[in-house]
């Protein structure tokens, strides 16, 4: 079956980094459009960056442009999420997502398969 699994979270302090990881298995990963959601408490999942099947097109939500980016290892089935200069803002857990159908990368209702989530926080 299926599996998406997030690594890298962590406590991190302000503007301060993270590398987020998500291995997947059990498809044909570059196949699939990958992103980044995340979800902080008391709010709705949030769409954060998504990348296309080859590589090219990254796209990001404004909060996190300029301090993010999406990147993608075909060979290694595996999706990177790099954001540099945390702001407690981004505290949430953060969620891999994979999907096939081609569409606007941010729309939740589109991905076919989700990992657990990483949980990231970011101290002051």
């Known amino acids: 079956q299926v599996q998406l699994v997030e690594s890298g979270g962590g406590l991190v302090q302000v503007g301060g980094s993270l590398r987020l990881s998500c291995a997947a298995s059990g498809l044909t990963f570059s196949a699939y459009t990958m992103a980044w959601f995340r979800q902080a408490p008391g709010k709705e999942r949030e769409f954060v960056a998504g990348?296309?099947?080859?590589?090219?097109?990254?796209y990001y939500t404004d909060s996190v442009k300029g301090r993010a980016t999406i990147s993608r290892d075909n060979a290694k089935n595996t999706v990177y999420l790099q954001i540099n200069s945390l702001k407690p803002e981004d505290t949430a857990v953060y969620y891999c997502?994979?999907?096939?159908?081609?569409?606007?990368?941010?729309?939740?209702?589109?991905?076919?398969?989700w990992g657990q989530g990483t949980q990231v926080t970011v101290s002051s």
């Open positions: 997502a994979a999907r096939r159908r081609f569409g606007a990368l941010s729309t939740i209702a589109e991905y076919d398969y």
């Open positions: 990348i296309t099947r080859g590589g090219g097109n990254p």
